[in-house]
């Protein structure tokens, strides 16, 4: 398992994220809280839900798979 923290470190509001990483092979994603996620082989993609894609200056969201 793993916790992942994106933070707004800009001076304006983010409205959607998204992560993008690479799994070794052989390995995959079998449960995420707090994100949606795509797997293509062992390519990750990993975007906000509805409640935690807007992130104002200094605010953060957290995700896990």
Known sequence: MAEVT???????TINGWTVNYNLPSGQN???AWSVTVTQIESGIT???????GTLS???S???GH
């Open 57 to 59: 200056p200094g605010t």
């Open 29 to 31: 994603v079998t449960n």
């Open 6 to 12: 994106i933070i707004n470190t800009g001076s304006s």
């Open 61 to 63: 969201a957290n995700f």
């Open 46 to 52: 990993s975007n906000n839900v509805s409640y935690n």
